[in-house]
């Protein structure tokens, strides 16, 4: 047989191992992946069935394929297709690309190498960091800190291993600086102390983005633009410009060119990161430090979106349009604005950090001033559930011409569910009237795992903060919220992501506030909120009966249609209790999620079951035949080794089955 017929014997053989393990593997498998693994399942396989038996053999004559019934060859071809599976099997256990909820992969992302060359990047920045971290010491910190005069040198620690490492870490280091709910003073200090001094981006960076963000020629869309940043931070910049349609002045908030490929590379990092401090510490389990590298990963993926944003910012106004307090939210000109790229109103003020003399040029009261920014907190938060989740200085301003508190940065907004602003009520009312029941209440909302609850040990806990604070003038936010923190942590719950994020904001206001005016009272004035809004939904009947008769009727016509049924279902099931045909049932299987679940489930069991069977009676077979002398023995063993086949395919289809279904969780 010539050279030739045996390259296309082989292409042939390969070819039928591709469809054959194909179907064995399943359906959506990666066909990259699956010629990678016939490729090199036949390469070796082939040079080891030469090495063994054809350079001491002739097949001179039918060739290959023809001799399909020789033992030797029919095992050759059965060691392709379970090598190829094997193969396969191995490319699917270290492959990090996810598959969506179907089972399909992912589409879009990058081939193997690059993934390769990528994992192998993020490695070496890993092990970079994890060494900056060991050299400051965090990790032995971490073991023994379990008192207060022991975090000085843990929070000296963590701040130089950020501080190090640079990038995103700096930034994670600046909003942890703002938990205060969460940390103690000692780490709020050392935090704090962290800056990034980020340069502005060169004038040809700013025509550069605005040449692939703006679909006009530039000096179409601006008749002026101001290449110098009012404000340069890291993951965007500022500028003032003036739009040449409608001579408006604007603001133009760029996304830094860099700004997705850093996050690509060191957001993963961050996390992983996060994950080994906490698997070193038990304060950083506890404290729930992966969790919070998690949140902030997920927030700076938004803030980078100015499309998000702009929503945000759409949104939030809407809210406060029909609101009866004071507040202006900057115009959004969505018609310009890209997810790299947002236009909106230029207000003309200062921060509320300084901007004294325009308080007193304006003759503006400081302390109503901070009432109705409060105000204007709390109605975004009780009530409408969205709301400004950064209320820091920086990002409120006094408007010159009408003294207004203007609101800026939406890039990282807050939404909570009916229940949880239930429970923030409940737990702002508590801590108001020193209640540690109602306090209590507002927890049980608030947590994840409520139904983990000591109710006699967390109420007597609470009772013991409140009484620290009780008959004094001032309530430190700050300090009393970081307490029942550390109260619901060392009872084992956990406040909901959102609901941190809430919190959070709330100690940050509180300061913001107090730069207004020293001796503001945030509790206080959320109970006298509670009793204004009360009052308003009370008189609100009398004072729009238009709008409260057309919101009755709404809701009377959205029950109309069940009311109507209410006589007949009671008919029905008068009739059931007199046949004694009630039951009361519950089927898991009603449910298609969990039908489809146990059915694959139970399916996957059988085809386990009947793989251990055949690898059983296969064994016995080859124990049997030991014995044997006959030329029986002959048909036993190649049922048996036929057996094992069958069990190694199933074996392998169960456990590539197995790492798709992790794959979506």
């Avoid at 006699?456 to 029942?484: F, G």
């Avoid at 206001?509 to 107090?514: I, S």
């Avoid at 049922?639 to 169960?654: K, N, S, W």
């Amino acid at each position: 047989m010539s050279g030739w017929q045996m390259v296309f014997q082989l292409l042939l053989a390969s070819v039928l191992i591709f469809f054959i393990s194909g179907r064995l593997i399943g359906s959506n498998v990666n066909l990259l992946k699956r010629i990678l693994s016939v490729v090199i399942s036949v390469s070796f396989t082939t040079f080891v069935f030469w090495y063994t038996f054809l350079r001491n053999n002739s097949i001179d004559g039918d060739g290959l394929v023809e001799n399909v019934l020789n033992i030797a060859t029919l095992l050759w071809f059965g060691s392709m297709l379970l090598i190829s599976m094997l193969l396969y099997l191995f490319f699917e256990l270290f492959d990090p690309i996810a598959l969506n909820e179907n089972g399909n992969r992912v589409r879009g992302k990058k081939n193997i190498f690059k993934r390769l060359l990528g994992h192998w990047r993020k490695q070496k920045r890993l092990r970079l960091v994890l060494k900056v971290a060991m050299t400051t010491g965090i990790t032995r910190t971490m073991k023994y800190v379990k008192y207060r005069e022991d975090e000085r040198e843990l929070a000296l620690a963590l701040r130089l291993t950020l501080e190090q490492s640079g990038g995103i870490f700096v930034k994670f280091g600046q909003v942890l600086s703002t938990r205060k709910e969460l940390f103690s003073p000692i780490f709020i200090e050392e935090l704090e102390k962290l800056q990034q001094n980020v340069p502005p981006l060169s004038n040809e960076q700013v025509e550069h983005v605005l040449r692939e963000n703006v679909k006009a020629p530039i000096d179409q869309v601006f008749s002026y633009f101001e290449k110098k940043p009012l404000a340069a931070a890291s993951i965007g910049q500022v500028h003032r410009a003036v739009l040449r349609d409608t001579n408006e002045q604007v603001v133009v908030k760029l996304l830094r060119p860099d700004m997705r490929e850093v996050m690509r590379d060191d957001l993963d990092i961050l996390v992983e990161f996060a994950t080994w401090v906490s698997s070193k510490s038990t304060w950083a389990k506890s404290l729930g430090f992966r969790e919070l590298a998690l949140g902030f990963a997920a927030s700076l993926q938004e803030e980078i979106d100015f499309e998000i944003e702009a929503r945000n910012m759409i949104q939030l106004s809407n809210i406060m349009e029909k609101s009866s307090v004071t507040v202006k939210i900057p115009k959004v000109y969505t018609t310009y604005t890209t997810s790299n790229l947002l236009v909106m109103e230029y207000v003309e003020g200062s921060s509320v950090g300084c901007a004294k003399e325009i308080f007193e040029e304006l003759h503006i009261d400081c302390y109503q001033f901070a009432q109705n920014l409060l105000y204007v907190f709390l109605e975004q938060v009780l009530i409408s559930g969205i709301y400004h989740s950064d209320p820091h200085p920086g990002n409120i301003y006094i408007e010159h011409n009408t003294g207004k508190p203007v609101l800026l940065d939406f890039g990282a907004v807050g939404r909570l569910s009916a229940a949880q602003q239930e429970g923030l009520k409940s737990f702002l009312g508590g801590i108001q009237q020193g209640n540690e029941g109602l306090l209590f209440d507002g927890i049980l909302l608030l947590v994840e795992n409520a139904e983990d609850v000591e109710r006699d040990e967390i109420e007597q806990a609470i009772s013991q903060v409140l009484l620290r604070i009780s008959y004094v003038d001032h309530i430190p936010t700050d300090e009393l919220i970081y307490s029942v923190f550390s109260i619901v942590r060392e009872y084992g719950l956990q406040f909901y992501p959102s609901v941190s994020v809430a919190l959070r904001a709330i100690v940050t206001l509180d300061g913001t506030l107090r730069i207004i005016h020293p001796s503001f009272d945030i509790f206080k004035e959320t109970k006298a909120f509670s009793n204004s809004y009360l009052k308003r939904s009370l008189k609100q009947p009398f004072k729009d009966p238009v709008g409260t008769k057309e919101y009755i009727e709404e809701e009377l016509a959205l029950m109309l249609p069940n009311i109507r049924k209410i006589p007949r279902r009671i008919d029905q099931l008068i009739k059931k209790v007199e046949g004694g045909r009630i039951i009361l049932h519950h089927d898991i299987f009603s449910d298609r999620a969990n039908s489809s679940f146990l059915t694959q489930l139970f399916s996957q069991f059988i085809l386990l079951m009947v793989g251990i069977t055949f690898g059983i009676i296969s064994v016995s077979l080859l124990a049997i035949s030991q014995f044997m002398n006959t030329a029986y023995a002959i048909y036993l063993n190649t049922a048996a080794y036929l057996g094992l086949f069958l069990c190694a395919v199933l074996l392998v289809r169960l456990s590539i089955q197995a790492i798709r279904n992790m794959k979506k969780l």
